[in-house]
């Protein structure tokens, strides 16, 4: 599912219960076992003491869940720690997607070599360049066809599929993870 997010603890939320809906896991074991030892919260030895702190652990945990009490932003990375890694890589490239950051390259399945595609990437390159019209006066405006600037977004955007397709392959073949890239930073503010 896709979504908008408007914040982090949102989406460690969402990922959060979605584990729990699609496992045996829940709020209480959760909370208990396997947060709470990675938070190093220490539950007294008396029977009563032990089962006033469980209880509370639960409910403060069951809170955050539930939005009526906001998420503490000190637990954001043990929180992460504790979910499972479909959960906890997911959680990730959506935090990465709302700060601008673009993760491209997935885990890799195995470490067998790719086949390189770069006489696909020269010939979208190649068909990029044929369809350029609308920026060969060094600026878009009123005076440029619309079908061919139509034409040429689709000439870019195709280029950069194959270019993402292309790095993913070089990852799963090599290993190599290049640098995350901030895709704020390659775009501007001019109008």
Not at 127 to 152: C, F, I, L
Request: aromatic content about 8%; charged content about 25%.
């Amino acid at each position: 599912m896709s979504h908008d997010y408007a914040d982090e603890s949102t989406i460690i939320i969402e990922q959060t219960l979605e584990w729990f809906s699609n496992s045996n896991e829940n709020i209480n074991t959760f909370a208990v076992d396997i947060l709470a030892p990675k938070l190093g919260k220490m539950f007294p030895e008396t029977p009563k003491e032990y089962e006033d702190s469980v209880t509370a652990l639960r409910r403060q945990v069951r809170r955050y869940l539930g939005g009526s009490h906001p998420f503490p932003l000190a637990w954001k990375w043990v929180w992460l720690d504790c979910l499972p890694k479909k959960y906890r890589n997911k959680a990730l490239s959506q935090i990465c997607g709302i700060h601008g950051f673009l993760d491209t390259l997935p885990p890799i399945k195995n470490g067998n070599g790719c086949d390189a595609a770069f006489d696909e990437i020269m010939h979208n390159v190649a068909t990029m360049v044929s369809v350029s019209a609308p920026a060969h006066d060094g600026k878009y405006d009123h005076n440029d066809q619309r079908d061919a600037a139509d034409r040429y977004i689709d000439s870019l955007l195709t280029l950069v599929v194959r270019c993402l397709d292309e790095a993913r392959k070089v990852h799963a073949g090599t290993g190599a993870t290049g640098s995350r890239h901030n895709i704020t930073k390659f775009t501007t503010d001019e109008e």
